[in-house]
Nanobody, 113 residues
Framework: QVQLVESGGGLVQAGGSLRLSCAAS????????MGWYRQVPGKQREWVAT?????STTYADSVKGRFTVSRDNAKTYLQLNSLKPEDTAVYYC?????????WGQGTQVTVSS
C-alpha cells in the first residue's frame, strides 16, 4: 500500500505561481512513476504531468512550459508558473505501481483573473 498526501494549493492571481507537494509513504519501493492530475467539477480528471523513477518527465500540452514536475526522495513536486484561470481545479497526486494506481485526497488550486 502507498499513502499520498498533497499540499500547497491555494488562491493565486493570474500570472502567479504555486508549488504543490505530494508526500508518499508505505510501499514506495513499488512506485514506478508519479503523476499529477487535475479535475474540475462536472468534468473528467485530466492528466497534467508524470515523472518516472529514473526522472523522465512528460507534460500535457496545456501546461508545457509553465509547469515543472520534480522528485526528491519520497516527495514529488509540481511547480505551477504563469497560472491562468483555466488552471483552477483540484490537483491530485498519483503513484503508479505494477499492480495499481494510488491517489491522494487532492489540493485545491484557484486562479483569479
Amino acid at each position: 500500500q502507498v499513502q499520498l498526501v498533497e499540499s500547497g494549493g491555494g488562491l493565486v492571481q493570474a500570472g502567479g505561481s504555486l508549488r504543490l507537494s505530494c508526500a508518499a509513504s508505505g510501499s514506495i519501493f513499488s512506485i514506478i512513476a508519479m503523476g499529477w492530475y487535475r479535475q474540475v467539477p462536472g468534468k473528467q480528471r485530466e492528466w497534467v504531468a508524470t515523472i518516472t523513477r529514473v526522472g523522465s518527465t512528460t507534460y500535457a500540452d496545456s501546461v508545457k512550459g509553465r509547469f515543472t514536475v520534480s522528485r526528491d526522495n519520497a516527495k514529488t513536486y509540481l511547480q505551477l508558473n504563469s497560472l491562468k484561470p483555466e488552471d483552477t481545479a483540484v490537483y491530485y497526486c498519483d503513484a503508479q505501481s505494477p499492480a495499481r494506481h494510488y491517489w491522494g485526497q487532492g489540493t485545491q488550486v484557484t486562479v483569479s483573473s
